[in-house]
Each structure stands twice: as C-alpha cells, then as structure tokens.
C-alpha cells in the first residue's frame, strides 16, 4: 500500500474511531496522557495500516491498552526511581564532590538537548563511538565531530560562569 492510501485509510479510521478510542483511553488515564496514548495507536496503525483487520475497532482499542500498559508500567519504573534515588541521597553523607555535581548538572541543563544526548551517551550510558551512533542514526564520523562540538560547548559553558575548571572534568574537550 502506497503512503497516500495509507493516510487516507488512517484519516477514515481517525474520523470513525478516534473518539470512541479516546473515551476508552480517558475512562482509564488523565486527558494529556490519553492524547498521548491515542496518538501512539495511530502512528501505530498508520505503520501496520496492511496488517490491521477490517473493522479496526477491535484492533485500535487492544493496540490502546497495550500502549497505556505500557506507559503506566514506564511511569510506576521512574516513579520507583524517583524515590530509590531521593532515599540514597539522603542516605549519603556530605561530599565535597557535590559542587561538582551541582556544576555539572547546570551545565548540562544550558545545553540543548543534542549536546546533553550526545554526551550522556558517552559519558553516562558509555556507549561506544559506534553504539551511540547507531542510537543516534548518524555516522561514526558525524557523531565523533558531535560528540567534540558537545564537550566543547561544555568546556565554554563551565568557563563562562566559573564553575569549576573543563580540564577536570572533560579532560578532551580542552585538549581536543
């Protein structure tokens, strides 16, 4: 099926279910994430669009609960987190490492989003060069000239509001 049948099957499926599957998904969540949830359903059944049967009611609302399954049990895990995490850190004792810390995590938030992606892979999720340009979908190259750009933003960032000194804590973004 060509993407223009596609669309026009997705928008006749949004017209005549979208509002029965929304009120399912409402009776079930709050408003922002059942929009969200419905949303998912039809970027899904827009990729399956060959596969799903006629009516698709039946296949919309199941796709639906196993979305908002989904969502729920990812929310319960960072909720889990959330607590584990406030409770370890209560736990711990002072650190002089803290301000560093502090430091960089206001750094990071300076950041756009690109540069903190490319450089918590590396750092955080220690990805290697190849794995994180996978995730990313970009070359090996594009992602070794990110990830410099990245740690150079970085450096200049620390710099500029004096928080600590770049070569301590991203030794290659000032010896690059």
Same mark, same amino acid.
């Given at each position: 099926?060509?993407?223009?049948?596609?669309?026009?099957?997705?928008?006749? +499926?949004?017209? #005549?279910?979208?509002? %029965? @599957? /929304? !009120?399912?998904?409402?009776?079930? &969540?709050?408003?922002?994430?059942?929009?969200?949830?419905?949303?998912?359903?039809?970027?899904?059944?827009?990729?399956?669009?060959?596969?799903?049967?006629?009516?698709?009611?039946? +296949?919309?609302? #199941?796709?639906?609960? %196993? @979305? /908002? !399954?989904?969502?729920?049990?990812? &929310?319960?895990?960072?909720?889990?987190?959330?607590?584990?995490?406030?409770?370890?850190?209560?736990?711990?004792?002072?650190?002089?490492?803290?301000?560093?810390?502090?430091?960089?995590?206001?750094?990071?938030?300076?950041?756009?989003?690109?540069?903190?992606?490319?450089?918590?892979?590396?750092?955080?999720?220690?990805?290697?060069?190849?794995?994180?340009?996978?995730?990313?979908?970009?070359?090996?190259?594009?992602?070794?000239?990110?990830?410099?750009?990245?740690?150079?933003?970085?450096?200049?960032?620390?710099?500029?509001?004096?928080?600590?000194?770049?070569?301590?804590?991203?030794?290659?973004?000032?010896?690059?």
């Amino acid at each position: 099926m060509d993407d223009v049948a596609r669309h026009t099957r997705l928008e006749t +499926w949004f017209r #005549a279910y979208g509002d %029965r @599957v /929304l !009120a399912y998904l409402l009776h079930r &969540t709050d408003p922002e994430t059942a929009q969200d949830v419905l949303q998912e359903v039809f970027v899904i059944a827009f990729r399956k669009a060959d596969t799903v049967p006629e009516p698709p009611i039946g +296949w919309l609302f #199941a796709t639906a609960r %196993r @979305v /908002l !399954a989904n969502s729920t049990r990812g &929310t319960r895990r960072r909720e889990q987190l959330t607590v584990r995490l406030a409770d370890a850190a209560q736990d711990r004792p002072a650190d002089p490492d803290d301000d560093v810390s502090q430091a960089v995590t206001d750094t990071l938030a300076r950041l756009s989003s690109a540069d903190r992606e490319v450089l918590t892979l590396n750092a955080w999720y220690e990805l290697s060069a190849d794995e994180a340009a996978q995730a990313l979908g970009c070359s090996r190259s594009a992602y070794g000239v990110r990830l410099h750009r990245a740690r150079r933003r970085f450096a200049e960032h620390l710099r500029a509001n004096g928080d600590q000194d770049p070569s301590e804590l991203l030794p290659e973004a000032v010896n690059e």
